[in-house]
Structures are given as C-alpha cells and as structure tokens.
DNA sequence: AACGATAACGATAATGATTATCGTTTACAT
DNA sequence: ATGTAAACGATAATCATTATCGTTATCGTT
C-alpha cells in the first residue's frame, strides 16, 4: 500500500485518507494523526492534501458547511451529504451517466468534463436518533 | 416586482438578484450596488442574503472556489460551472428526477430531500476565448 | 408633529478555514 | 561527512463570512 518515496507523515496522510470512507476535511485528517504524530503540523496536512489532488491521487469532492471534503476513491460516483451530521456517504451503486455529458455539451456549446451528484437529506442514523 | 415592506436597500438587493443569471456572490451584489448607494454596507448585503435563504426567497447553490453562489430561481435544476471563469450557468432544461430520490431513500434508508447536480467543464465563451 | 418601539443599517471587529512564509530538520546522493 | 533539495513545524497572513454595536430609518400611536 506504502507509495513511492513518501515521507512518514505523507504515507500517513495519504493511507488514512485510503482506509477511511468518511471523505474527511483536512482538520479530520489533522486530528486522526495526533495521537501517533504528537508534532505534526495541521499545514503539513493541507499542503499534502493538495498535492494529492495536483496528482490525481484524490479529488476533492467540495465544500461541506464550509469544509472543504476529500476523495480517495477518484472514480466518479454520487455522494449523500447529511444536512445534520454533514456525513458524506458514497451511492457508487448509481450509474455513472457519460451520455449526459456529451447531450449537454451538444445542447449547450460547453465543454464538458464531468458531472457531480448530490443528494441532500438527513442520514439513515440521523433519521434513527430523531426517533429516540 | 417589488416587496411586502422591504427596506430600499433590502429592495435593491433582492431585484438584482431576481433580475441577473450570474447566480451572484455577496461580494458580486456588493458591487454592483455600490455605484447607486455608496454608502451600502457589505455586511448588509450579506445579512440580507442570509434572510432571503432562511425565508426561501433565494437558494444557495454552494460554494464556487471558496464563495457561496445564489439563485432567486428555486426550482430544482442543474447547472453547469465552468471552471475557468467561475460562471455558474443554468440548465433549466434537463428534467428533475424526483423517482431518483426515492429510489436513494430506498436502497440506503437516508431521509432524501432532494439532489443537485453540477456539470464542470469549460463555458462557450472560455472555449471561444482559447482559439483566439 | 413628537414619541417610542423595532427593524435595518454602516462600520468594524472577530471568526474560521485555508494558504503562505520561513527557518529548521530530514533524507539521500555524492 | 557534506551538500542539496524536499518536507516539516510554527506561525503569520489572507479571504470569505459572521457577529457586534452604536446609529439611523420606519411606522404606528398619541
């Protein structure tokens, strides 16, 4: 799993953002690592955090209450974002719509790189707390 | 087109919103005004933003590079953001699905309110403007 | 018209996330 | 062992947004 040439602290980084499915903010990542690395630096985290992203080897997946979330998985698939808890939960199960970009680049004169799917709601544990 | 005992700045605010497809920032309906009110405050256009949010008048369609974007157009529809020149362009034309949300609530048991969807790309003009 | 209550405002300080800086440390090749 | 470049930690700076607070405008009542 360990990359080519990576610090301690950016394999850190990295393989805690692979193993996790919480998309986290920089903060997350910064705090998850403060146990095993008392002294590192939460601007450690963001300057990795975008070279990942420079590098393809994550996406960011956009801003949650001003947060802003990450990806390890770069494939292109839909999330649920929890209005309450602000969780981000993958639906890959949905089907990546290709045509549709090429139908809204034909119908629009933009070019056309990708698209992204948010549903909004209240999570299944959200849902289940409120009933309590 | 005017409101129910909105104040002349509230007024102006609100217009320009309804009467402009750029889907502003605050920052954006900031200047815009300052010409005709130049003592107008920053604050209270986003006091103002915030208040037509909370009461359903405008939605926020997220954050675009680290600002938040409006629409007076509160139907749900997609759009597209070029990431070039940061305009957000509607796409009124695509239909809604709403069976879509029902079927997310049903294979994951989240409460689904409602999704968006953002294509990103290169906007006709950013296009045109790379040729030149 | 004057009064008082309330809403809205302008100016500005405070906050919170992110980015930049800079001196130090680490790793590694020579 | 030394030199070089990458990475780091600490911290300052930036940028969008929110909060504060004293002042001003609005409006209904007298």
Redesign the interface.
Known sequence: MARKNFSEKREAIYSLIRNTKTHPSAEWVYQQLKDKYPNISLGTVYRNMAMFVEQGLIVSI??VN?RERFDADTSLH?H?I??ECEAV?D?D??PYDREL?DS??L??????????????????KC?EKSFI
């Open positions: 956009g801003t001003g839909a649920f929890c209005d939960i639906l199960y949905l970009d809204v680049a119908n629009t004169g933009h070019s056309v790189k990708n698209h992204s799917v948010f549903f909004h709601g209240k999570c299944r849902v």
